[in-house]
């Protein structure tokens, strides 16, 4: 199960994290900067302080700043995205960082042997592409295509991440983070957010 879907499970039943800082000294401690390397080391961050640490309210301060609320979905949704559609966007993740996980339900995101990081990187076009055997084709969610026809803007580039034992090539996945001009952001399961508007 990837990081994406584990939130979605606990949308309802966990509340606002009022016990926990947005900008708690651990999260704020690790300066994030625009490069693959930097990403990776800062999710491993996030790893060691669920683990290593035993700091879970850290990492779930962490967990929740990766969540983009309103201003940061704004730097990856193109300008053009319907009125309708960037609502919907903006309302779900708006939900999802209301209910993000408590540091007790975080404990059990990451296995403490997933302390390596594996990313995978794509531009806007190449998920448009999505060539066969091409690392979107590989590594990304099929939905990630339609999005980046529809909402992403041009020439951005997402990542792929997965948590990973030494030596092994699949674990627990986190879905479309990019820079959003000041620090990483996560999208994850963007295709709920777009759920409700197919049923209605």
């Known amino acids: 199960m990837s990081l994406s879907y584990r939130v979605l499970l606990v949308i309802g039943l966990a509340g606002l994290l009022s016990s926990v800082s947005m900008r ?31 700091n879970p309210t850290a990492a779930a301060a962490i967990f929740k700043e990766l969540l983009p609320d309103e201003a940061r979905l704004e730097k990856m949704m193109k300008p053009e995205t319907d009125a309708a559609t960037r609502a919907k966007i903006v309302a779900f993740y708006k939900q999802l960082k209301d209910a993000a996980p408590t540091g007790e339900q975080i404990k059990g995101m990451l296995k403490a042997k997933q302390t390596e990081v594996l990313l995978y990187a794509a531009t806007t076009e190449e998920l448009i592409a999505m060539e066969k055997g091409s690392i ?22 997402f990542y792929e991440a997965e948590f990973v034992e030494l030596g092994k090539d699949s674990g627990r996945e986190a879905h479309l983070i990019y820079w959003d001009g000041t620090q990483w952001t996560m999208l994850g399961p963007l295709y709920a957010s777009l759920r409700q508007k197919k049923k209605e």
């Not at 979107?136 to 580039?157: D, L, Q």
């Open 24 to 54: 708690a000294a651990d999260a704020a401690e690790f300066k994030q900067e625009n490069t693959a390397e930097n990403l990776k080391a800062f999710l491993q961050h996030f790893q060691s302080q669920i683990h290593r640490e035993k």
């Open 136 to 157: 979107p084709y590989k590594h990304f969610p099929n939905s990630a295509r339609e999005f980046a026809k529809t909402v992403f803007r041009p020439k951005m580039t």
